[in-house]
């Protein structure tokens, strides 16, 4: 069992030395809290009234150390999501019909360059392709793909030529589909459609959207609704769930509403604060959605909660911030060779290692001379030793506090670094 340390237990660790090393990372934590506050939505106070395990039984089941949990059913594409392997997800425009203010494709890359020209995801396949890559999933997204209908098209096909047995997905708002696209999208194998429903849409464009998906379900074979969940807006995705049962579409993927670091203005207008931590870990990570909003995952329990006791056939998975990090965190550790002193995390996908300090050292050295280990390392800057988690087992029954540090695999410049993001606590037993 691992602590996580805060200000308020940080006192609680015995070894002054261990407790200087720690406090270096809540200073890092207190100053991102500070920079995320900038951008203009402040952390709530408040603590959530449900939590995870208590949602977690009978039929909600849970993934990928409860960041995911579903009911009935999940996409082959979102279990896919978990490590990012041989997965593709690529685009034509960042241009869309909608204007969402909490929107986050203005984070992408490019996003100026593509709201005005165009990408190639066939070329982009393509190269893939040559170097020999091969994908299990593919997915076009936007924007809005069925702005260019048939170059949406063109892009299945082309991935059913020539990448055969990749399942497919597509993302859309659905309001531009029509027969003829989804009769050349099911000739061109399209597996999977998602749609997403905007809550502050009227009544009769959601009903539209409901009448696009019913039409869907004659020709794709899989048709799943994703969308985020926005704070107070919960007996609205009750009505959502039901519509979306009787309807017959396999799922719907509830997502953490988050804070795009920008448009901050629209955000306090409705209330929102963000949510604190806003990381188990914090770090640099890909994913360009933002933070996220407090209440948005408490209200997707609530609804899961919900949804496990209707009669529903639908799928229902939540899918939190967090569950978009893992994939990162496997694609940059997995392949890393690592001395003696690490181990990778098949639990979390961090490199591991572990620290002690001060006079906890000198006890920990001689208990792993004693057993024969001699893959050990001193630090005098920060009066440590490190060694490998492993290790541990023979360090029963001696009063020291040990340091459980998490690492990410980077490059600077030419050279592969690990960079340690976070320190826990453990005790021996």
């Known amino acids: 069992m691992y602590t996580t340390i805060t200000r308020e237990n940080i006192n609680e660790i015995r070894n002054p030395s261990f407790r200087n090393y720690a406090s270096r990372y809540l200073d890092i934590e207190d100053q991102t809290n500070r920079l995320i506050e900038s951008f203009g939505l402040p952390f709530t106070k408040a603590l959530s009234s449900i939590t995870k395990e208590e949602i977690i039984k009978d039929k909600v089941k849970s993934r990928n150390e409860k960041k995911s949990l579903y009911l009935n059913w999940v996409s082959p594409a ?32 490019n996003f100026t ?24 999933h593919i997915a076009l997204t936007g924007g809005e793909p069925l702005l260019h ?15 055969k047995g990749s399942y497919t997905r597509l993302y859309t708002a659905g309001n531009l589909l029509t027969p003829d696209i989804l009769r050349s999208l099911k000739e061109a194998h399209l597996n999977e459609i998602r749609f997403s429903i905007k809550q502050e849409e009227t009544e009769d ?34 009505s959502i769930l039901h519509r979306l049962d009787e309807i017959g579409v396999n799922g719907i993927n509830l997502l953490e509403f988050c804070f795009p670091m920008h448009n901050a ?11 604190f931590p806003p990381y188990e870990t914090y770090y640099n ?60 995390s098949n639990t979390d996908y961090f490199i591991k290692s572990a620290k002690v300090f001060g006079k906890d050292k000198e006890i920990v050295r001689k208990r792993l001379q004693k057993h024969g280990i001699s893959y050990f390392e001193q630090n005098e800057m920060y009066d440590c030793l490190q060694f490998p988690l492993s290790a541990i087992k023979y360090l029963k029954g001696t009063p020291v506090d040990i340091a459980i540090c998490s690492f990410v695999s980077e490059v600077q410049g030419k050279e592969e670094i690990l960079r340690e993001v976070k320190v826990q606590w453990t005790i021996p037993k």
Request: glycine share 4%; proline share 4%; with cysteine.
């Open 78 to 109: 979102c279990r896919a999501c978990k490590k990012a392997e041989k997965s593709l997800t690529t685009f034509i425009s960042f241009k869309c019909p909608k204007n969402c203010y909490f929107c986050f494709n203005p984070n992408q890359e």
């Open 285 to 344: 990570y890909w994913y360009a959605g933002g933070l996220g909003v407090h209440k948005s995952e408490e209200e997707c329990l609530q609804l899961l909660q919900y949804a496990s006791e209707q009669s529903f056939n639908l799928g229902v998975h939540y899918c939190s911030l967090e569950n978009k990090h893992t994939g990162q965190l496997y694609q940059q550790n997995k392949n890393v060779r690592l001395s003696k002193l690490y181990s990778f």
């Open 205 to 238: 464009q959601i009903e539209n959207l409901y009448r696009i998906m019913k039409m869907a379900k004659e020709y794709i074979p899989t048709v799943v609704v994703e969308m985020p969940v926005i704070p107070g807006t919960l007996e609205q995705m009750k």
């Open 113 to 136: 360059a593509f709201r005005v020209k165009e990408h190639d995801p066939v070329f982009e396949l393509n190269q893939h392709l040559e170097h020999g890559e091969r994908f299990d």
């Open 265 to 275: 203005e629209e955000f306090n207008k409705r209330g929102f604060e963000l949510k």
């Open 149 to 163: 209908p048939t170059k949406t098209v063109e892009f299945f096909q082309f991935v059913h030529e020539k990448s």
